[in-house]
T-cell receptor, first 113, second 112 residues
């Protein structure tokens, strides 16, 4: 069991659907991250929230929209995704935005039809 | 040149042997270094973190950092089949924005 909880574990959606991925941590961490990982590739950073403010957006297409409602929650809103967006989406958190290791959730396996 | 380089492997070692995983990085301003283990279909799990030159030991794992040569390594003693996984090296750059960079990972196979 991980201390970063992601839901759902699996998601299948059509290209016209709107869905959201959710991430929750109760470790008091103040930095949260979204990663995308394709098979046999390393995690690819998408967004970083530091103290509930978006601090990094790695040129992610606007069909991905992050949201940080509070210090424990992180959402990723999905709309009009493409088949190439099918991947494992990982949420991670760290105590702060400095030189500290990240704790990953189990991920959401996303498939776009 | 990629910022964090790892040999993709697979690295195959017999059970009980020492597995040696290596990682090089290009940014001399890098300050912190992490090793994650990732089983197939699972999320990365932190194994070791190291911040200063030298060795750091934790159980069967030893991380080694040499900032002058810009490499970090992970040694796994008494390797077990359960250690078979992909090992990701992550490097944190200097600066106010925390931008972790992952290597491509090394696949380790420990055979009985």
């Amino acid at each position: 069991d991980t201390e970063v909880t992601q839901t759902p574990k699996h998601l299948v959606m059509g290209m016209t659907n709107k869905k959201s991925l959710k991430c929750e941590q109760h470790m008091g961490h103040r930095a949260m991250y979204w990663y995308k990982q394709k098979a046999k590739k390393p995690p690819e950073l998408m967004f970083v929230y530091s103290y509930e403010k978006l601090s990094i957006n790695e040129s992610v297409p606007s069909r991905f929209s992050p949201e940080c409602p509070n210090s424990s929650l992180l959402n990723l809103h999905l709309h009009a995704l493409q088949p190439e967006d099918s991947a494992l989406y990982l949420c991670a958190s760290s105590p702060g935005p400095g030189n500290q290791p990240q704790h990953f959730g189990d991920g959401t396996r996303l498939s776009i039809l | 040149q990629k910022e964090v380089e790892q040999n993709s492997g697979p690295l195959s070692v017999p059970e009980g042997a020492i597995a040696s995983l290596n990682c090089t990085y290009s940014d001399r301003g890098s300050q912190s270094f992490f090793w994650y283990r990732q089983y197939s279909g699972k999320s990365p799990e932190l194994i070791m973190s190291i911040y200063s030159n030298g060795d750091k030991e934790d159980g069967r794992f030893t991380a080694q950092l040499n900032k002058a040569s810009q490499y970090v390594s992970l040694l796994i003693r008494d390797s077990q089949p359960s250690d078979s996984a992909t090992y990701l090296c992550a490097v944190n750059k200097e600066g106010g924005s925390y931008i972790p960079t992952f290597g491509r990972g090394t696949s380790l196979i420990v055979h009985p």
